[in-house]
């Protein structure tokens, strides 16, 4: 059950008897404390009714302290003792001791003076009780208010406030709004403001009184250019403008509208320029502007309304926005026009704010004259001539214009760019003839064409130089046969593919493709030439052999025509390698590498030899000549057998009567083979292939012999010694054809060695069976 503390005792007797009809069943030990505990509840608790009035405290109170505020009183005063109490801001809690209470008769003090603007109500909480404590009352809020008082005056928000207005701006337009702020009471008189201008403004401006707001009075009577700037003083006051008040200072700044127009500094203007100068400036023009500078009100915006009407000067505003620059865009021509009389106008890069007049100015611009350079006609000359045009033939005439019609000059021409020296030109005609061959396949030309620049000068005092360009197409002649790309290429043995041969012609196509080639007579048993079919021009071949090669390189001559039927022979080695098919594969390069590093040492041994040769050649000549000079020679057949170093023939068999001093008189003499320097490697084939006929493996390796041209026998220079007498081997004189062989030893060949032993039996009557050599 909950029980309401405000209850009336009689309420809760009431309610308890409420309780014991329905809960009959229950103890009555539990009614008794029930009752009990309605009489503690009713005992210390009771509703009373507080007597506090409304409070209202005036602030700035100047006392005296304390001062009476209120007094509090319980309804239960009258039959209990009771003790008042405060607690809240002002009392217990800061600022404390502001309000105090008297505890029996409960008076409300205040102790000191109020200040609104600092607070503007306390609220305490107030409490009694009986003097036992048998009663307590039910705390109570109290409120009290301060009274304002016109104590502040109000204060501007800025000073100086800052605006701004054009020159030009409409009547009523806002400008700046003034504030000021009063901390009295807002509700009262005390804190409501309003705003006058006090300071005389010749009735320029105006203030809205309740906001503040600035605004201009009278139109049209604003100049930036006389007074660019308006000091205001603004008073705030309070009590509806009648009590406390302050000044402020209002700034506002005239802005600048366009209202003049600029103005030219001189009407008319004279200038000069040279013709044939685009770009160049040939006046300034200078304009003024009240306005505010250095602003699009100010800045000079310039037009040619007369005199451009072909569009030979353009007009434009300088850096500082007040001058305008006239320059020409395309060159003059003082032979065609020597002056021009030009119009300007100016206005600002803004409209202006009002209707203006607008400044005009005139410029005469006389043009000087100055030599100009000789113009060619056409500037780029095209021509066509055949590439075999004789030395000393006319290819054109190529001169130029001289456009100083008022002046009479010489034109004189020279060429001035001629890679090849081909050409010359007539100094005083500018006819341009051959002077050396032509080729339309020189490495200089591009596209068959061949450039040339003619320069053309006048006899003033300073020249003036023109060019032309004389562009000279060579038409093709056949003077070139076609010739073989390819210097040497690979095969392979096994399976060989044809060989692709690729022909060129520098001519042009008419005289180029389609080629025809040829292989010479001595090659055609073992080769042949096959046209591709796929080489619409005829400039690809194939070289296909037509039996089966050696190893080893082929040195070729094939003959090739263009399609005018010239021809010239071009060679080309093939090296067949140890391969099959397309996949070409050789070793001639390490090969040959190899036999570079043997050939060198084979040279060094050589030299080597040499040396140790003629030091012994020289040693024997010392000694021969010593023998010869100090002793007496003996003709004996011992030493007629042992003399070998000579160079003169002297006595033979028949003849004794020679002179042995000139036998050893040169030691110099001897054998030496001349053979090729150079021969390529051919190989024979050792063993004919399985299932191959005998005969085509001995044809095919005899005409490999017939291609071989370095093979031996090489010239040789024989040096023999002279035979003597009681040589082992006996005469050669004495062998005779006609005696029978049958009493010769032949057995003696066996001594010989192997080679001579079937030659022994042979002779020797031996019957063995027959050997096919």
Not at 49 to 69: A, M, Q, R, T, Y
Not at 169 to 197: F, H, M, S, W
Not at 415 to 427: C, G, P, R, S, Y
Not at 465 to 481: E, F, H, R, S
């Amino acid at each position: 059950c909950k029980i309401k503390w405000h209850l009336q005792t009689t309420d809760l007797k009431f309610i308890l008897d409420t309780f014991a009809i329905t809960f009959n069943q229950m103890k009555f030990s539990l009614f008794f404390q029930l009752l009990e505990f309605s009489q503690i509840i009713t005992k210390n608790q009771r509703k009373r009714d507080w007597l506090i009035p409304h409070v209202s405290i005036p602030e700035n109170d100047k006392g005296p302290f304390p001062k009476e505020v209120v007094k509090m009183k319980s309804t239960a005063a009258d039959s209990i003792k009771m003790i008042y109490k405060i607690t809240g801001a002002g009392a217990d809690q800061p600022p404390k001791g502001l309000f105090t209470v008297e505890k029996i008769s409960g008076l409300l003090w205040v102790t000191k003076s109020l200040d609104r603007e600092e607070t503007e109500e306390y609220i305490l909480t107030t409490h009694a009780s009986a003097w036992d404590q048998s009663y307590i009352e039910i705390p109570v809020k109290l409120t009290i208010k301060i009274i304002d008082q016109n104590d502040n005056k109000p204060l501007c928000t800025q000073d100086p406030f800052m605006g701004e207005i054009p020159e030009r701006a409409k009547l009523n337009e806002p400008i700046i709004q003034v504030t000021a702020k009063d901390i009295d009471d807002p509700e009262t008189a005390n804190g409501i403001v309003r705003y006058k201008l006090v300071r005389p403004n010749s009735g320029v401006f105006h203030i809205d009184p309740a906001s503040g707001v600035i605004s201009l009075a009278t139109m049209g009577i604003l100049d930036r250019e006389n007074q660019t700037v308006y000091e205001l003083a603004v008073e705030a006051a309070d009590m509806d403008g009648h009590g406390l008040s302050s000044t402020c200072m209002v700034i506002i700044k005239i802005t600048d509208s366009n209202d003049h127009a600029p103005r030219f500094s001189q009407r008319k203007y004279e200038a000069s320029v040279q013709e044939n100068k685009a770009g160049e400036i040939v006046a300034r023009l200078d304009v003024t502007d009240r306005d505010e500078p250095l602003t699009a009100n100010s800045m000079a915006k310039f037009t040619i309304i007369q005199g451009n009407e072909k569009g030979f000067f353009n007009i434009s505003t300088g850096p500082s926005g007040m001058e305008g620059i006239i320059m020409t865009s395309k060159g003059l021509d003082f032979e065609q026009t020597n002056s021009f009389f030009l119009l300007v106008v100016v206005k600002n890069e803004v409209p202006f704010a009002i209707p203006l007049v607008t400044s005009t100015a005139t410029v005469t611009i006389t043009v000087r004259d100055v030599n100009e350079p000789p113009v060619f006609e056409p500037t780029e000359k095209q021509i066509k001539i055949p590439e075999d045009l004789k030395v000393g033939s006319t290819i054109s005439k190529y001169t130029a214009n001289d456009p100083d019609t008022a002046r009479e000059q010489k034109i004189r021409y020279k060429l001035l760019q001629d890679f090849a020296n081909w050409l010359e030109i007539t100094k005083d005609t500018g006819i341009i003839k051959v002077r050396s061959s032509l080729d339309r396949e020189a490495s200089f030309i591009r596209n068959e064409q061949y450039t040339v620049l003619v320069l053309a000068y006048d006899n003033d005092d300073e020249p003036a130089t023109g060019t032309g360009t004389l562009v000279i197409k060579l038409q093709d002649v056949n003077d070139n046969a076609p010739v073989l790309e390819e210097r040497r290429v690979l095969m392979c043995l096994i399976e060989p593919k044809p060989v692709r041969l690729t022909i060129t012609d520098p001519d042009g196509p008419g005289n180029g493709p389609p080629f025809t080639i040829e292989l010479n007579t001595e090659y055609q048993s073992n080769w042949t030439i096959i046209s591709n079919s796929n080489s619409r021009t005829g400039s690809v071949v194939l070289l296909k052999p037509l039996r089966r090669l050696a190893l080893g390189e082929y040195s070729l001559v094939l003959r090739m025509y263009d399609s005018k039927r010239l021809f010239q022979n071009s060679s080309i080695i093939v090296e067949v390698c140890d391969c099959k098919g397309d996949d070409v594969l050789c070793s001639s390069g390490l090969a040959a590498a190899a036999i570079d590093v043997t050939l060198f040492i084979y040279v060094l041994a050589a030299i080597l030899c040499f040396l140790v040769l003629l030091l012994l050649l020289f040693l024997v000549k010392r000694r021969c000549g010593r023998k010869v000079q100090w002793q007496q020679f003996n003709h004996t057949e011992e030493d007629r057998d042992n003399i070998i170093c000579y160079n003169e023939e002297g006595g033979g068999e028949q003849d004794q009567d020679f002179d042995m001093v000139l036998l050893c008189s040169r030691l110099e003499a001897f054998s030496t083979d001349i053979a090729p320097m150079v021969s390529p490697t051919v190989f024979y084939r050792q063993h004919a292939d399985e299932n191959e006929d005998f005969e085509s493996f001995i044809y095919e390796n005899l005409c490999t012999a017939d291609d071989d041209h370095f093979v031996a026998p090489y010239d040789s220079m024989l040096v023999f010694a002279h035979e003597g007498e009681g040589s082992i081997s006996g005469s050669l004189s004495s062998l005779q054809s006609s005696i029978s062989d049958g009493d010769q030893d032949f057995q003696n060949l066996q001594n010989w060695g192997p080679q001579f032993r079937r030659l022994a039996d042979i002779f020797a009557g031996v019957e063995e069976e027959l050997y096919v050599l």
